[in-house]
């Protein structure tokens, strides 16, 4: 069973950046595609990014398209999101999460097994 801890969430203006970073337990990490979800208050979860097993191949929501990138090291057992242009809508508890199979890349929540706890992001306007 894998543990992943979402860190680095927080208030930003809107325009500003974070990067979130997920720290993964095992020895499994470099195996697996990697994701971010988010979910928004009185909103259903959905799909943010993801990466696959080795970094080459990554997948994006339209609505975070060319302002979100997503990366992996998996030296580190570690996956990151960085978001640059943070706009309100932005706001929400973002999810680390994992494929269900090893070797995948996820596009679709149904594709995620384990998540974390989720780590907040504000976005003021």
């Known amino acids: 069973q894998v543990q992943l801890v979402e860190s680095g969430g927080g208030l930003v203006q809107a325009g500003g950046s974070l990067r979130l970073s997920c720290a993964a337990s095992?020895?499994?990490?470099?195996?697996?595609?990697m994701g971010w979800c988010r979910q928004a208050p009185g909103k259903e979860r959905e799909f943010v990014a993801a990466?696959?097993?080795?970094?080459?191949?990554?997948y994006y929501a339209d609505s975070v398209k060319g302002r979100f990138t997503i990366s992996r090291d998996n030296a580190k057992n570690t996956v990151y999101l960085q978001m640059n242009s943070l706009k309100p809508e932005d706001t929400a508890v973002y999810y680390c999460?994992?494929?269900?199979?090893?070797?995948?890349?996820?596009?679709?929540?149904?594709?995620?097994?384990?998540w974390g706890q989720g780590t907040q992001v504000t976005v003021s306007s």
């Open positions: 999460t994992r494929d269900r199979t090893a070797l995948g890349l996820g596009q679709k929540l149904e594709d995620f097994g384990s």
């Open positions: 095992g020895r499994l990490f470099s195996k697996y595609g």
């Open positions: 990466i696959s097993w080795n970094g080459g191949r990554t």
